[in-house]
Structure formats: C-alpha cells, structure tokens
C-alpha cells in the first residue's frame, strides 16, 4: 500500500505565489516518477509538471516559466512551487507517484487532491 499527502493549497491573489507538497509513504522501494495534476470545474485531468528519479523534468506549457517541480528523496517528497499565479490555475491539484514496491511489484497512485484558488 502507497499514501500520498497533499499539502499547501488554499486561496491565492492573482501575481501570488504557493507552494504544494506532497508526500509518499508505506510500502516503497523505489520511486520512478512524481508529479501534480489539475483539474478545473468542467475539465479533465491535465499534466501540470512531473519530474523522474533521474532529475528530469516535464511542464505544460501552460506554467513553463511560472512553476517549478522539484523532489527530495530522502522524504519522498515533490514539491510545486507555483509563481504569478493567474485565475486559469484555479483547479484541483493531484500528486501522482509511479515506481516500485518492496514487493517488486509497480504502483501507480493519486493522492486525494488540494484546491487551490486564484482570486482577488
């Protein structure tokens, strides 16, 4: 079993800024990949950014420039810094964790998601 906790959404003024972390723990041998999903009211699920085990990282363009991914894997943590936030990145915010149990076996996880809300 894998548990990811968000953390750090809220309510944010447009230009501001926030900061998501998010948390993976049981049973873990490895993690491949980390990333944040949104979802808007109406919309699907989208890619915001993922990084890999490797450092790599991906962004929609959407935020390229504006949010940064980063992990810390000592504490299985990825983090999304988010800069000059507009009212387009009003959304649900999902971790999402990919790699390996101490099983040998792959996981594939959501967490349970954070809003986050850009308003004046």
């Known amino acids: 079993q894998v548990r990811l906790v968000e953390s750090g959404g809220g309510l944010v003024q447009p230009g501001g800024s926030l900061r998501l972390s998010c948390a993976a723990s049981g049973s873990i041998s490895s993690i491949s990949t980390m990333g944040w999903y949104r979802q808007a009211p109406g919309n699907e699920r989208a890619l915001v950014a993922f990084?890999?085990?490797?450092?790599?990282?991906t962004y929609a363009d959407s935020v390229k420039g504006r949010f940064t991914i980063s992990r810390d894997d000592e504490k299985n943590t990825v983090y999304l810094q988010m800069n000059r936030v507009n009212v387009d990145d009003t959304a649900v915010y999902y971790c999402h964790s990919e790699g390996t149990t101490v099983w040998g076996t792959i996981y594939n996880y959501w967490g349970q998601g954070t809003r986050v809300t850009v308003s004046s």
């Open positions: 990084i890999t085990s490797g450092g790599n990282t």
